[in-house]
């Protein structure tokens, strides 16, 4: 067994000789994003283990170890990392648990307080708790970010979002059940093969990459009539993790929707952002400016490759830049507004909205107030800019009923369905060259 070692504050560190013998826990959060993340940590050494538990245990695990008071998210991933430890099969002294640190206002900074807290609580605080940030504010002698892995981890998130992208857009009329996730598992094999070898770590073999997820996606056979589209907004864990939103994703499909989601791409250009809107709001470092503008323009520039490879290919819908979304958010919410997700939420209700994709799911949190603030208060606005739009803002905390959710999210169904059969048929026919159903407006 490794021996236990603590710093001068007393925190347990991940040791060089955990390194060999632990598995790190981590918790999901989008499904193909971290799965990429969990294979570039395995490149680099790491026995890692990402978290695909579904069930009410976590929550009550949650409940025990988490003050009632602290946001939804984070009673959901230290629950469900408590949860995996007390029930998953694993050596409780041979297990570590991974965690992200942002360093930012967000009270998601510090989830791993909490998750050490809870650990102590229950009995297990020899169990290391290891931080994955870029603010260097925790370190560990057997957890290292090289810049290999960071360059792997970055790619991973746009290469996940082109991914979902097109993905989103052919699972729900998919000839074979299961073809689109066996393509999914195919792209990612191919995508971390490469980066074994170094490839696909830049722009050039970025280009390359996604022209071809594109290609591979558009020769999925696909088939039946354009569905109502229903855009995915809201607080970022509750968002994206099928554990969050009891499976959101899934459930639009189940009842003949086609979701759409936005990206993380936009989130991660949306953080660098703000560091240049601080400076430009409060002060700040010139050099800092140049430096945050130079990572910023290369990570857009990426971003607009994903989407021009999009574009390229007619059997699928393209997103905007995160230019076009500061643009739209103009004259709604100022760009100092950065909490949380600010006013990138409203922006991307505003994008669906503009692209013909009226029918919104704002996911609310217990205990997130910026989301509340810059999502459910800001529906009557966009409302009364857009009454077409059809917005319904669902709350998810532990005392929520999975059934009183899918309701106001049929309720909301039923009322895309009354608009579209107002408006008449729509060309939703599959096209004749490449049997993948024609764009609908809904």
Known sequence: MAKLV???????????????????????MLPVHFSMMQRCMQLAGYK?????????G????????????????????????IDAVKHGGYDMHKVGLLITQTGGGCRASNYIHLLRKALKKAGMDYIPVVSVNLSGLEKNPGFSLTLTLIRQMIFSMMYGDIIVQVANQCRPYEKEPGATDAMIERCMARLIDGFKEGKGLNYPGMVKNCDKIVRDFASIPLEGPSKPRVGIVGEIYIKFAPLGNNNLEDFLRSEGAEPVVPGLTDFIIFKIDNRDVDIDLYGG??????????FKRYVEKCQRAMISSIRNNSSFRAPVPFSHLKELIHGYLGEGNKMGEGWLLTAEMLELIESGTGNIVCTQPFGCLPNHVVGKGMIRRLK??????????????????????????????ANARRSTAAEGPSAGKPGPDTGKPASAEA
Do not use: W
């Open 6 to 28: 603590y710093d001068e504050t007393g925190r347990l560190l991940f040791t060089k000789e955990m390194k060999q013998e632990y598995t790190l826990l981590m918790p999901q």
């Open 58 to 81: 976590i929550v009550d695990e949650g409940l025990k170890y988490v003050h009632n008071d602290t946001c939804y998210p984070a009673l959901l991933v230290i629950g469900q990392l």
């Open 285 to 294: 470092s010139f050099l800092k400016k140049i430096v945050v503008r130079i």
């Open 384 to 413: 009364d800019d857009f009454p077409h739009s059809n917005i319904v803002a669902i709350d998810y905390d532990p005392g929520a009923t999975k059934i009183n959710q899918e309701n106001r999210i049929k309720l909301m169904l």
């Open 48 to 56: 890692v283990d990402m978290l695909t538990t579904h069930h009410r």
